[in-house]
């Protein structure tokens, strides 16, 4: 295996993925970052909803997630909610203009049309791309943020019931399949 090749390949990728991102955001007004925002709040749960979580997900400083969320937030995009039982914080919601703005936008045309043409659609580079991705994280000493039902917290009740483990909240289908910054991998083996 040619690590360097590999990585020229990703990087490449990378580039090109932003520069789609890039064209799909403009009649928007929005910038990769503001729709990489959009997209992990539309894909993480209750408990990684908030400001904090964002920033790490991205990778970002505070004031840079701020002012993308202040743009987001002007444009209608989110809109911001005090938790009920704690009022210092604050959870990030899409608006129906945000999901409309993702729906558009995301994943761009480029991508869905190179994806088609891949054998099999692209499960074997999915997989192949998962399990880098959480070697990286892994190696790097970041979260995973994986879906719940991917996660050693998450409990099955019955049919249909679910509970996280570390905070005792029941769970929906729906919470099930969301990202979760709590999120911790179940050991190989279990």
């Known amino acids: 295996m040619a690590v360097d090749r590999l990585y020229a390949l ?14 799909a955001g403009l009649p928007h007004g929005l910038q990769p970052v503001h729709l990489q925002a959009l997209r992990y709040l539309q ?30 937030e002007e444009k209608g995009l989110l809109r911001k909610e005090a938790d009920a039982e704690d009022r210092r914080v604050v959870h990030l919601l899409l608006t129906e203009a945000g999901r409309k703005v993702l729906k558009e936008a995301l994943p761009p045309d480029l991508f869905k049309r190179a994806l088609a043409n891949l054998p099999g659609g692209g499960e074997a580079l999915e997989d192949a791309l998962t399990g880098l991705l959480r070697s990286l994280q892994a190696a790097n000493a970041q979260r995973s943020f994986g879906a719940c039902a991917t996660c050693k917290h998450f409990q099955r009740e019955g049919a249909g019931r679910f509970r996280c483990g570390l905070t005792q909240e029941p769970l929906s289908r729906e919470d099930s399949l969301l990202l979760c910054r709590e999120h911790e991998a179940v050991p190989p083996g279990h």
């Open 43 to 72: 894909s993480c749960n209750r408990y990684s909803n908030t400001p904090a979580a964002l920033t790490e997900y991205l990778g970002l400083t505070k004031g840079t997630v701020s002012q993308t969320l202040l743009l987001l």
């Open 10 to 23: 990703l990087e490449r990728m990378g580039n090109l993925l932003r520069t789609e991102e890039r064209a």
